[in-house]
Nanobody, 123 residues
Framework: VQLQASGGGLVQAGGSLRLSCTAS????????MGWFRQAPGKEREFVAG????????YYADSVKGRFTISRDNAKNTVYLQMNSLKPEDTAVYYC?????????????????WGQGTLVTVSS
């Protein structure tokens, strides 16, 4: 599967952005989807994950209550709604996919990756 992320940009602290990740192919609904991010000089970290039908969701503690992951299987797309953004949310955001059952929180648990979209939050 090929993943295409979009929606990044520059936003002031307290603002919102919505990231989208669209997948190619007809089997999107069989994939666990995740969002990760990598800030300058830091390792890539898990942000949020969603199971095949959207019934189970995990968030990193750092984004709970501010970010919302969702998916539309009819559109082969997963979203990350980011509200109350902070400067520390500045990073390249990546979507990832794995044809599995459990939501992974580690990079190594995902097989397919999008190209990344840059989110910059100014103070």
């Amino acid at each position: 599967v090929q993943l295409q992320a979009s929606g990044g940009g520059l936003v002031q602290a307290g603002g919102s952005l919505r990231l989208s990740c669209t997948a190619s192919g007809r089997t999107f609904s069989t994939y666990i989807m995740g969002w990760f991010r990598q800030a300058p000089g830091k390792e890539r970290e898990f942000v949020a994950g969603i199971n095949r039908n959207g019934g189970k969701i995990y968030y990193a503690d750092s984004v709970k209550g501010r970010f919302t992951i969702s998916r539309d299987n009819a559109k082969n797309t997963v979203y990350l709604q980011m509200n109350s953004l902070k400067p520390e949310d500045t990073a390249v955001y990546y979507c990832a996919a794995i044809n599995g059952i459990w939501i992974g929180v580690k990079e190594t648990e995902y097989e397919y990756w999008g190209q990344g979209t840059l989110v910059t939050v100014s103070s």
